[in-house]
T-cell receptor, first 108, second 114 residues
Framework: GQNIDQPTEMTATEGAIVQINCTYQTSGFNGLFWYQQHAGEAPTFLSYNVLDGLEEKGRFSSFLSRSKGYSYLLLKELQMKDSASYLCAPRGNTPLVFGKGTRLSVIA | DAGVTQSPTHLIKTRGQQVTLRCSPISGHKSVSWYQQVLGQGPQFIFQ???????GRGNFPDRFSARQFPNYSSELNVNALLLGDSALYLC?????????????FGQGTRLTVV
């Protein structure tokens, strides 16, 4: 089975940096995805990590440690439009399974 | 290019009724997955289909069924609806059934059971 844990809610200030952590346990491992979901909308792909280390993509970076079952999503230079839910989704031997998501609120 | 399209966008049904939700994947994508998302939770995996065959099934009762057609579109059927089936139903398509491919989501069907 799979167990995914991430904080329920976080609040950060516009222009700041925020780190959203995710710990997971899976049967097998075939990479970890991060998705962003604005209220009332579909999830959209942010990043994919399959090897240990940091993947940087503009203001967003994602880190993976397979031995620790740990990942984080780092958002820099926060903007109001970054207010959304962020979903951690490790892929084990089953199709993509999502955590409950972290609802991020960016305040002025 | 058209993304993943789902129909209908909103639906209201009565307890005990049956519902069919439809999904058209991105052109060229052969894998379709269905998810249920209850308010405040992450999407929960229901089914995956690849090349018209079921590749995975989540922890949902037999009232939930699905199929994939030769054109790779898919239908999700739910029988004997319960109030707890009220949720956003998301369809996601991938180029193939491999483990390292990202999923592209449709806008979802909002089902309300009264």
């Amino acid at each position: 089975g799979q167990n995914i844990d991430q904080p329920t809610e976080m609040t950060a200030t516009e222009g700041a940096i925020v780190q959203i952590n995710c710990t997971y346990q899976t049967s097998g491992f075939n990479g970890l995805f991060w998705y962003q979901q604005h209220a009332g909308e579909a999830p959209t792909f942010l990043s994919y990590n399959v090897l240990d280390g940091l993947e940087e993509k503009g203001r967003f970076s994602s880190f993976l440690s397979r031995s620790k079952g740990y990942s984080y999503l780092l958002l820099k230079e926060l903007q109001m439009k970054d207010s959304a839910s962020y979903l951690c989704a490790p892929r084990g031997n089953t199709p993509l399974v999502f955590g409950k998501g972290t609802r991020l609120s960016v305040i002025a | 290019d058209a993304g993943v399209t789902q129909s209908p966008t909103h639906l209201i049904k009565t307890r005990g009724q049956q519902v069919t939700l439809r999904c058209s994947p991105i052109s060229g994508h052969k894998s379709v997955s269905w998810y249920q998302q209850v308010l405040g939770q992450g999407p929960q995996f229901i089914f995956q289909y690849y090349e018209k065959e079921e590749r995975g099934r989540g922890n949902f009762p037999d009232r939930f069924s699905a199929r994939q057609f030769p054109n790779y579109s898919s239908e999700l059927n739910v029988n004997a609806l319960l109030l707890g089936d009220s949720a956003l139903y998301l369809c996601a398509s991938s180029p193939h059934g491999g483990e390292n491919t990202e999923a592209f989501f449709g806008q979802g069907t909002r089902l309300t059971v009264v």
